[in-house]
């Protein structure tokens, strides 16, 4: 049965479901994970032949995977998911095939029995790769998830928050929002390769009827405290 579900409500899955998981305790010793490719925005039937991971010491930093008969590689923990852009819950892993092929890419723990792996595009996007749940795990997060439109296309980078925050200057392109809501900047700049930061400024600061502004920058110039927005940086 090819399990049919929408890119959107991967992401709001990971969202609704992250618990508060370190992938060093995920994968201590020994795991095994059922895997479905991802076409586009369509998840297939979980393969047979079920990835194997194993830690190299108690700490779990790192470690060996494979798919037997077929591949192996190296894993390790990202030293600094933020810059790969996408963190959704615990540690980001780094997978690289060292035989059987040369594929790279990076994984995000949902919570304990489920991840979701991606590669980047190197333009701020990232095409999902495949959907892993624990062998064995009798946990249906499809049922679970609360699954409500977010992207149609692309997996965008997560970018933090800076409430009460402006970073003026650096500009190339600014618009007013239809929505009092910053994370539609937040998702533009994540979507645009030329932006490396935003600022959101809330409706009625320019006066009692103006409406919330999107300005992105293509720099990142230095945060200046003002209850008038909401900025933040990829």
Known sequence: MGLKLKLTGLLLMAMALTTTVFAIDILKGVTYWDVAGINGVDVGDFNPTPWRFESDDTNANAGTVEAAGFWS???GVHPDSKTIGQNIGGPVIACKMTSGGNEEWYMTF???QWFVAWIPNGDGT????RLGKARGSGYNVYESALVSP????ALTTAISMEQNTDRPGMNYKNY???SADPQIC????????SCKAFTYVKPGVRGSNSVPECWLKNGVPNPVSGECCVSGVK
Do not use: F, K
């Open 186 to 193: 937040a998702n533009d700049c994540a979507n645009d390769p």
């Open 126 to 129: 990232y095409d999902l790769y």
């Open 110 to 112: 949902i919570n304990n």
């Open 73 to 75: 590689g190296r894993w």
């Open 176 to 178: 007013a929002l239809s």
């Open 150 to 153: 977010l992207l149609d296309t």
